[in-house]
């Protein structure tokens, strides 16, 4: 999934747009009721993630529950969060490492964790 997908995809499965909040083309995905975000999207230098290569990835952090977090990590383009608390948040690589169902279930999770809490 390339970041034009995730775009696409989260204004289909979610409606919502993405916002750009930092004038570059790093963005936020967030609900619209209670405006928390639920994905930030960034580019990085893979060498700032630990993985020695060079050159830019695209990258988004998405929540995910601490008894989730092991089973996840694991898994091929999933890194701790990136500049985010890493007991909380987890990092995607947008450049084919990560399946593109893995991505959309890490966003669907990310989406409910941050959502309105009712009870």
């Not at 930092?22 to 209670?34: G, Q, V």
């Not at 898994?75 to 909380?88: A, F, R, T, V």
Request: hydrophobic residues 40%; glycine residues 10%.
């Amino acid at each position: 999934m390339t970041r034009d997908d995730l775009i696409q995809y989260a204004a289909y499965r979610y409606s919502v747009d993405a916002e750009y909040p930092w004038n570059d083309e790093n963005f936020i995905f967030r609900h619209e009721n209670n405006r928390k975000w639920f994905a930030v999207a960034m580019r990085v230098a893979y060498r700032k993630l630990g993985i020695d290569r060079d050159g830019l990835v695209d990258i988004v952090d998405v929540k995910c529950g601490p008894l989730l977090m092991g089973a996840y990590r694991g898994q091929s383009g999933i890194l701790p969060g990136y500049h985010m608390n890493k007991e909380h948040w987890l990092t995607i690589l947008l450049d084919g490492t990560a399946g593109d169902d893995l991505i959309k279930e890490l966003l669907e999770i990310s989406f409910d964790l941050t959502g309105r809490k009712t009870g």
